[in-house]
């Protein structure tokens, strides 16, 4: 364990390195010590990127995926079917089937998903916007792309059971992806597979 | 795979993470997008704390520690044995022999080790400083307490034979270390007993 540090500055740098996810105080000295050794201007950038990143962050106002305007690139490339929407936890999911290159229509952004041990509700996610979105007109399918854990189940029951008067079609991206894996680290053919081989989401509870 | 971002802002900020060493792209983005849900304050400190830090960051220029002072906390504290300087690697060691609570003497920080493979020669590290230091008088002993590898033998032997006219005592810890092991990964009992067991350097060169 490491207790005693040899300046203040180098301890705020480490203290605040370390309140990251998976960062321990041993890895945070390294990569602290690590950036003493590359150019003041280097550290600067590194540095302006997060402070800006935060500062300047928006979101898409349909689909509430990270983009530099209001609109995001998907969602105001209209070669793409607006009438196809994917229903996703969060960026990195479009970012995963984005990269499957097997889906051409757009996306919803809940921004996490139905977990009530965490204290997420419904009315912390984008759910109301997704219902708005649909009620709107124009969408015939909605696919869900959550992830196949006891939550993820819970959140397309509850979209589902808000959806289902108004006839929209709703799918389910194929179980090929393993049960309690998280959609995030599936390997891409798997996940461009489950996009094509999606199942409707009715089917689906009399298994 | 990932290769694409929804916002340039967030690509550069994850560009700037996967540059620190051991963080791949995936990782970066995880540290990324979790700082989109700490306050714009809580960011700020962030990345201010690592400018800053690189910014106004000094060295002892006794020990060449890292030090928010010219002359560091361990060099100015006169209830230390000045006679007594242990030559380490870098910070990391001074730390790691500081938490033994074994040692009470000063450091010389050398900024690294001799390794012709990364092109460091004796030129790129306080070695010079560290022969003056001994040279201007006061020093009784000299502990190596550098890794147990090649190049920390290497460095040895060379400030050995660089200060072994003025009669200077070197030490070197113990190798109850075991061979190959790094300074900053010993157990905290190992090291101190290696401090409190050092051998003579000219009886070592006989083994």
Chains 1, 2 share one sequence.
Do not use: W
């Not at 196949?148 to 006839?167: H, V």
């Not at 996009?195 to 009715?202: E, G, K, S, W």
């Amino acid at each position: 364990m490491i207790r005693k540090y040899p300046s203040a500055l180098l301890e705020n740098a480490v203290n605040e390195f370390a309140k990251l996810p998976g960062i321990g105080r041993k890895t945070a000295l390294r990569l602290v010590l690590h950036s003493l050794n590359r150019s003041p201007e280097e550290v600067e950038a590194f540095g302006q990127a997060m402070i800006e990143l935060r500062n300047e962050v928006n979101y898409c106002r349909v689909c509430h995926n990270i983009s530099d305007d209001d609109v995001c690139q998907i969602c105001s490339d209209f070669s793409r079917d607006a009438a196809l929407i994917c229903v996703v936890e969060n960026i990195k999911e479009v970012m995963a089937i984005e990269n499957t290159g097997q889906f051409r229509g757009l996306y919803h952004v809940l921004g996490g998903i139905i977990s009530p041990m965490d204290g997420i509700g419904p009315k912390d996610l984008q759910i109301e916007s997704l219902v708005e979105r649909v009620k709107s007109g124009g969408v015939n399918e909605l696919i869900f792309a959550l992830s196949s854990t006891m939550e993820g189940d819970t959140t397309n029951f509850y979209i589902y059971r808000k959806l289902s008067e108004t006839g929209v079609k709703m799918s389910i991206i194929s179980r090929g992806i393993a049960i309690g894996d998280e959609i995030e680290y599936a390997d891409e053919i798997t996940l461009g597979r489950s996009i094509l081989n999606r199942t409707n989401f009715v089917d689906t509870l009399k298994l």
